[in-house]
């Protein structure tokens, strides 16, 4: 969930800067309305903004599954968003996931506010909502029974009320203080919002927008589906 409230379609004169200065180099949108580096269209629904898991997958931009993994070995960062822990449909891709780690001995981390945010929705959310939020705990402590995750404890004194505000912030400090060669953020998710806000990040560092890959549900299926060799 996004902490700003926008009406369906509408795109501020902030993001259409954000987009005119990067569209050379990343197509995040073509027409103002479609997203088409993740083949999602804005055309002004409200739906819109979560990506399908049925929808057709572009391929997934940034490194091939193994290159990624390194990557993650050598400092990058990488999140996989509540939306996608969530859906069902992926979750053969996550359990992939999990294994293409443990075969190379890597490990990713799970902040605080996200494990937070799951818990919030097994206690207080839909009854739909508690069953996938229970599915996505069960496979957090999978993987950190196989140590191929890691919990991070909430930092002293800052507690942030939505994920989407704790991704981009964190993606804005790797990228500001990250050595070149081990700056790259990866993040997994269906929300087209925080999309555009973590693709807007390298541009206002002036760093290299291919520092940023963010990858689709439907698109991490087919990167999981990928061999290590």
Do not use: C
Not at 24 to 51: E, H, Q, R, Y
Not at 136 to 164: H, K, N, P
Not at 187 to 192: C, E, F, L, R
């Amino acid at each position: 969930m996004s902490s700003e409230n926008k009406r369906p379609g509408f795109i501020s004169g902030r993001q259409v800067a954000y987009v005119v200065a990067g569209i050379a180099a990343v197509p995040v949108f073509v027409g103002g309305l479609v997203l088409s580096a993740m083949g999602i269209d804005m055309t002004g629904s409200k739906k819109a903004k979560k990506a399908s898991a049925a929808s057709p997958a572009a391929p997934p931009p940034g490194p091939s599954l193994a290159e990624l993994i390194a990557r993650i070995q050598q400092g990058a960062m990488f999140a996989i968003d509540t939306n996608i822990l969530m859906e069902s449909a992926y979750r053969g891709a996550l359990d992939r996931f999990l294994e293409a780690l443990a075969a190379r001995g890597a490990h990713i981390t799970i902040g605080a506010a996200q494990r937070e945010e799951i818990q919030k929705l097994r206690k207080a959310g839909t009854p739909d909502q508690q069953s996938k939020a229970s599915a996505a705990s069960r496979w957090l402590t999978a993987g950190t029974q196989r140590q191929v995750i890691r919990f991070l404890d909430a930092s002293s004194g800052r507690r942030e009320t939505y994920l989407d505000d704790v991704l981009v912030r964190e993606a804005r400090a790797h990228l500001a203080h990250a050595a070149e060669e081990h700056a790259f953020v990866y993040v997994v998710t269906d929300d087209v919002e925080l999309t555009g806000r973590l693709y807007s990040v390298p541009l206002a560092l002036q760093r290299d927008p291919a520092t940023v890959a963010v990858v689709a549900g439907r698109q991490f299926v087919v990167l999981t589906s990928q061999s290590l060799d």
